[in-house]
């Protein structure tokens, strides 16, 4: 099955090649001198229940307005950021949410986030739970993507893909479907390769999924994974 994981993620890096997640303005951040970490943080809270597309359109206002560290969006009035990223939905929750965590890791770690991110994954993990508003699939895009933690992301489009698969797991639960890739390109990937591998297979997995899988019916026919798929089908 390890090499069942692995030809997968091959197929759909040599069909889509790199999709560069998780997509910051270094430009922006080297010019304002701002740490492109909360960047992902905002980000992947604005992106709950929203298509990125309208995320991006949050991410700009935001960035317009030199939002993008902590102590400025302290500064925002919550009125004002709920109108600023508006685009992304649900902004009256998210603008308490991106609130929240911009005042905890402000008064937890001086709004540091080196010192935030140098704690071990687990403990990492289960703080950002105990955040208002941050679930599981929130908690793990910050860790690999913002905090270069190895965790391998689980969403909806992962979920739908591993369904349709024939996969070794059957589960529907956020740990196991998490756990078996885990495991599976822990057999086949040396360490160092782990998290670059994990940000890219993820973001393959999600353009897959809107490109072919995430309609109840799937584009099969010109799907990359059509032969690995059909026993299925
Ligand atoms: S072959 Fe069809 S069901 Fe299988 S991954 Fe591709 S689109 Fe989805």
Redesign the pocket.
């Known amino acids: 099955m390890a090499t069942f994981v692995k030809d997968l993620y091959e197929i759909l890096f040599n069909t889509f090649g790199n999709q560069y997640w998780w997509p910051v303005d270094t430009h922006y951040h080297l010019k304002q001198k701002s740490d492109p970490r909360f960047e992902i943080i905002i980000g992947a809270i604005l992106t709950q229940n929203t298509a990125w597309t309208n995320v991006e359109k949050a991410l700009e206002n935001l960035k317009k307005n030199r939002a993008f560290t902590i102590p400025a969006l302290l500064c925002i009035q919550e009125k004002t950021l709920r109108t600023l990223i508006q685009p992304s939905g649900f902004f009256n929750q998210k603008a308490q949410r991106l609130m929240f965590i911009a005042s905890y890791l402000q008064k937890q770690y001086n709004g540091d986030l080196q010192e935030f991110f140098s704690q071990d994954t687990s403990d990492i993990h289960q703080e950002l739970l105990s955040l208002q508003g941050i679930g599981p699939e929130t908690a793990d895009s910050i860790l690999l993507y913002a905090g270069n933690h190895p965790v391998f992301v689980v969403d909806a489009y992962t979920k739908r ?1 591993c369904r ?2 024939p996969l070794s797991t059957t589960s529907d639960s956020y740990d196991d479907i998490q756990h078996f890739f885990e495991h599976e390109l822990s057999s086949c990937i040396p360490e160092k390769e782990r998290i670059p591998t994990y940000k890219e297979y993820h973001a393959l997995l999600v353009r ?1 999924a809107k490109q ?2 995430w309609k109840k019916k ?3 026919d010109d ?1 990359p ?2 032969t690995l ?1 059909e026993k299925l ?1």
């Open positions: 893909i349709r698969l897959l072919n899988c799937p584009s099969c799907c994974l059509c798929c089908l």
